[in-house]
């Protein structure tokens, strides 16, 4: 074999590797994008290891490296903004302040709207666990203020150098509950407002709702503020339909997410597309394949993991 021939055969055999390496090295590097590009929210904290909306739930998803602390407000009988994901005392993990359980049937006698903030603290928000998180720490914690939350969250962050987390605060708003369980609209915009005002954070907050009242009210005397909307069923444009305006993110169930059409319809009407609540493995890696803008869990490790 001459020379010439031998040179020609190594020649070939180099650029088909180097084709398939360039190829490969593409996919690889479209894998590493939508890996590290998708946002991670700790729904309620790090609700899947630690009692949901506590300080220790909170810091545990900031530890763990989480970009967003996905959070609920109610409001108590003397207006303060407290942490928590329904406006009473929930039977699942809930205890009174003597250590008794609270049944089905009595919880929404415990009706945060008509108590005041130091008699919600005295109740146990975490000794009891939750059956629906068997990996959840049995601890004694309670329903926390917004304030509160948001100063140990920062003053941690700051104290660890790390990096700065936003916060997704649900307005916990339902039209059949207002004066009874909620204030009205205006009055339950302006209570969490005045906090995240009062903390500075206002470049560090979105506030998200199923409830297009508290939206429509807070774009239009917060039009500065991101807005998320979350919807659990329904077509997008019904839902769209109910607000004044377009939110920068939609938030919907994440089972609502089958395809890349709905993902498209989404983004190309220039609305982050950010769903809920996304725990088992296979639908995490689902979501990020469909390349979401971020994912809310209740177990952020998971995602962090597959990012990694």
């Known amino acids: 074999m001459t020379?010439?021939?031998?040179?020609?055969?190594?020649?070939?055999?180099?650029?088909?590797?180097?084709?398939?390496?360039?190829?490969?090295?593409?996919?690889?590097?479209?894998?590493?994008?939508?890996?590290?590009?998708?946002?991670?929210?700790?729904?309620?904290?790090?609700?899947?290891?630690?009692?949901?909306?506590?300080?220790?739930?909170?810091?545990?998803?900031?530890?763990?490296?989480?970009?967003?602390?996905?959070?609920?407000?109610?409001?108590?009988?003397?207006?303060?903004?407290?942490?928590?994901?329904?406006?009473?005392?929930?039977?699942?993990?809930?205890?009174?302040p003597t250590g008794d359980s609270i049944s089905k049937a009595d919880e929404r006698s415990?009706?945060?709207?008509?108590?005041?903030?130091?008699?919600?603290?005295?109740?146990?928000?975490?000794?009891?666990?939750?059956?629906?998180?068997?990996?959840?720490?049995?601890?004694?914690?309670?329903?926390?203020?917004?304030?509160?939350?948001?100063?140990?969250?920062?003053?941690?962050?700051?104290?660890?150098?790390?990096?700065p987390v936003k916060y997704n605060i649900e307005i916990k708003s339902v039209i059949t509950e207002y004066g009874e369980y909620q204030p009205e609209p205006e009055e339950f915009v302006e209570l969490v407002i005045e906090i995240i005002k009062e903390r500075g954070i206002h470049d560090k907050v979105n506030i998200q709702s199923f409830d297009p009242k508290i939206l429509n009210v807070m774009n239009r005397n917060y039009p500065e503020t991101e807005i998320a909307y979350l919807v659990s069923n329904g077509g997008i444009e019904e839902n769209l339909s109910l607000l004044d305006f377009k939110p920068e993110i939609y938030s919907p169930n994440y089972r609502l997410v089958k395809d890349e059409q709905f993902v498209d319809s989404i983004k190309s009407a220039e609305m982050q597309l950010i769903p809920w609540t996304v725990n088992y493995p296979e639908d995490i890696q689902r979501m990020i394949d469909l390349k979401v803008d971020g994912i809310i869990t209740d177990y952020p490790e998971r995602v962090l993991d597959k990012k990694r």
């Open 3 to 96: 020379n010439f021939k031998i040179a020609l055969i190594f020649l070939s055999f180099t650029v088909l590797n180097s084709c398939k390496s360039n190829s490969e090295n593409e996919k690889e590097m479209e894998t590493n994008a939508s890996k590290t590009s998708v946002q991670v929210q700790g729904h309620r904290g790090d609700r899947g290891n630690f009692p949901e909306n506590s300080i220790p739930a909170f810091i545990s998803a900031v530890k763990k490296g989480v970009d967003v602390l996905e959070l609920d407000v109610v409001i108590s009988k003397d207006k303060k903004v407290v942490v928590s994901h329904e406006p009473y005392m929930s039977s699942l993990y809930v205890s009174t």
């Open 110 to 163: 415990y009706n945060m709207y008509e108590m005041s903030y130091d008699s919600i603290r005295q109740f146990d928000a975490g000794s009891r666990g939750n059956r629906h998180f068997p990996n959840q720490e049995k601890i004694k914690t309670y329903k926390p203020l917004l304030s509160e939350v948001i100063d140990t969250v920062e003053t941690f962050i700051a104290a660890e150098e790390l990096q």
